[in-house]
């Protein structure tokens, strides 16, 4: 061999020499990190404030031979050596070291692992020993259920039966007495706690010592008294619980046609009970006093035709009352380029103010008014004299409504307010998609002031940007906001116009309310904000009252405040699901909800709140809609009239 093929491989010997050296397999096995609980203790010198109820966990640099762990590995005090018991993980690089019971407090202890440990691929150990020194534990919950639903990192449930369990586990044994003085229920009538231990105590089953109420908030707390079994320290726990609704019927069973009659005769009565004496107009609601409002009194101007044909009131009855309701709108009720106001004082008609420079002309309201007045109109009889004079006042009423003044010298928008003190300050557009459609519709159909298509498809449609498109939860929104928004869009514009064929080129209206109602229930369903008593039957988020004053409920403003209104008025759209809502608000919670004109407006019962009032534009969709669901009335009526035809017609759609 040459000296130089002799130098290569001296050099090529000593690289695999040097590889080989430092192989992982060759080399011995390393201790290289030990943890007590999640705390990382030194390696050299004495560890202090080790907790006594946690394992050790010895992280290896090599996986281990588990033959040799049992003899390598001891923990001992001064005194005698611990049992424990050894778990392997990490592919056996890591060893659990769990102490059989809680350590003793405030004692050293030396965990020792020696030689006799094998790397699994034959790596030796050197003997290594670490000292630490102990604290007294903190008792902790480890899980926390009632009734089978975790609550550990929880602090409210629902739907708990009244009968509820909790069982919980800690971390170590707990003082008994402790637990039984540092445990407190409170809520509703309750009752005191049974309590048994058991595994050593460290589960704990609670149960209420007599059942809870129905549909009730409940508190179950540990205050900080508690401590373990030698006296560990606890932090204390609280958890809020809601019991379940009560299943069973507050009143008699009746077939569902004389349930749907009697909360449409219930409901009528805050129309013709409650009516304003003087105008014979619509409250705002059961404490407005004086003040009447335009577009509910045109919700009630077709809930008297619902009550006329369903034999609330007989005809003569409800034709006196409509008549001095027409004779109010046109000789005393204030106008405003023949729009009316929001509200008005239901004895003398002048306007009242609805908020902030807002004392004129309502556009909007004006709109619900008329679509009223139309189907009044359109039901009376024309051969009847008294009904025939009537008639004409009412298309006196219509024709001097003018519309395109409102665009607001001429644009392609209708505006909603005007006021004569403020002008068009408050410069407010009547854009979609949400409510409002039933103003265009009017507007281009009126005989004495229209308005063109193209102030519908820029100012209403925004060209084209009303659409929707897309999917929630499941289910396609061809118009408007996220989710549909609240349900009255479903609602106000349709107490008249009839959805079922109706087409434009921007939506199908029949699936765009279908759609929207499912939404807003799946919404309830799906929960996702954990309130109290949403559920398949219990559904509808729309503008209402709630526990802080007024808001629209959608999707998108969930504050927990379930309104009747929106299901039962969506029964068109969903007549199976709406139908299950009003069994479940009649008969499961009627003795809660139901009062003397129907249905209180709204509840949140994870508010523990209910209402006790009664709000015109809630009311009357609840009577027509379900009358256009059994009989198709008030749609028919309105859908006959010449004006909404040649508005329809003039804005391209198909009906």
Not at 25 to 47: A, C, H, K, P, Y
Not at 307 to 317: C, M, S
Not at 522 to 537: F, K, M
């Amino acid at each position: 061999m040459t000296v130089n093929k002799l130098s290569v491989f001296l050099v090529l010997a000593g690289i695999l020499l040097g590889c080989k050296e430092n192989d992982p397999d060759i080399r011995n096995l390393e201790l290289m990190q030990i943890f007590v609980g999640s705390m990382e203790i030194d390696n050299n010198g004495t560890s202090e404030d080790l907790p006594v109820d946690r394992n050790i966990s010895l992280v290896f640099s090599n996986p281990i031979d588990q033959s040799t762990a049992a003899s390598a590995i001891s923990l001992r005090d001064e005194k005698q050596t611990v049992d424990i018991n050894l778990n392997f993980s990490s592919q056996d690089k890591n060893i659990v070291v769990s102490p059989i019971g809680p350590l003793g407090n405030n004692t050293v202890y030396t965990l020792s692992v020696s030689n006799l440990l094998k790397g699994a691929g034959g790596q030796h150990f050197e003997t290594r020993e670490i000292s630490f020194k102990t604290v007294l534990g903190e008792l902790t919950i480890l899980s926390a259920h009632i009734d089978g639903i975790d609550v550990t990192n929880q602090n409210t449930a629902i739907n708990i039966p009244p009968d509820f369990e909790m069982i919980f586990d800690f971390s170590i044994p707990v003082d008994k007495s402790s637990f039984e003085s540092a445990a407190e229920l409170s809520g509703p009538d309750a009752a005191g706690i049974d309590i048994a231990f058991s595994n050593n105590d460290q589960t704990i089953r609670v149960t209420a010592s007599n059942d809870l109420n129905y549909l009730a908030k409940y508190e179950f707390t540990l205050a900080e008294s508690l401590t373990g079994a030698s006296g560990e320290g606890f932090s204390t726990y609280s958890l809020n619980f809601y019991t379940s609704i009560d299943p069973t019927p507050k009143f008699p069973l009746i077939p569902e046609e004389e349930l749907l009659t009697l909360v449409q005769q219930q409901t009528f009565k805050y129309f013709w009970d409650f009516g304003h004496p003087v105008s014979g107009l619509t409250r705002e609601r059961n404490t407005s006093g004086e003040t009447v409002t335009s577009g509910g009194s045109g919700f009630g101007l077709m809930a008297i035709i619902v009550g006329i044909e369903r034999g609330f009131v007989t005809r003569a009855e409800g034709t006196a009352r409509l008549e001095k309701i027409v004779n109010f709108l046109g000789d005393k009720a204030d106008r405003f380029h023949g729009a009316w106001s929001h509200w008005l004082n239901g004895t003398t008609g002048d306007a009242v103010p609805f908020s902030q420079n807002d004392d004129g002309g309502d556009l909007v309201e004006t709109a619900f008014m008329a679509q009223g007045l139309i189907a009044v109109r359109q039901y009376l009889d024309a051969n009847d004299p008294a009904e025939s004079s009537l008639i004409d006042k009412i298309n006196n009423l219509l024709e001097t409504i003018e519309w395109s003044w409102y665009t607001q010298k001429g644009q392609n928008v209708l505006y909603w307010h005007w006021s004569p003190n403020f002008d068009w300050e408050k410069n407010h557009r009547i854009s979609g998609y949400n409510e409002a459609l039933i103003v265009y519709i009017l507007a281009a159909g009126s005989p004495t002031f229209p308005i063109a298509a193209d102030v519908y498809h820029q100012g209403w449609a925004r060209n084209g940007d009303i659409t929707n498109g897309n999917n929630y939860l499941g289910i396609n929104l061809p118009l408007g906001f996220d989710f549909g928004g609240p349900l009255f869009f479903a609602h106000y514009s349709f107490l008249g116009l009839d959805p079922r064929n109706l087409s434009d080129q921007y939506a199908n209206y029949w699936e765009q309310n279908v759609n929207h109602s499912l939404i807003n229930r799946e919404w309830c369903i799906s929960n996702p904000n954990n309130y109290v008593g949403y559920s398949a039957d219990c559904w509808g988020l729309t503008a209402s009252d709630n526990h802080e004053g007024y808001s629209a409920h959608s999707p998108g403003n969930d504050l927990g405040v379930i309104t009747p209104t929106a299901a039962i008025s969506s029964i068109p759209y969903t007549p199976e699901y709406s139908i299950d809502a009003i069994e479940h608000f009649y008969y499961i919670l009627g003795d809660r909800l139901w009062g003397t004109y129907g249905f209180y407006d709204a509840f949140n019962f994870t508010r523990e709140w209910v209402a006790d009032s009664f709000l015109a534009i809630d009311q009357g969709p609840i009577i027509i809609m379900i009358e256009n669901h059994r009989s198709g009335l008030i749609w028919n009526l309105f859908m006959s009239a010449p004006e909404v035809q040649s508005g329809l017609t003039k804005l391209g759609f198909t009906f």
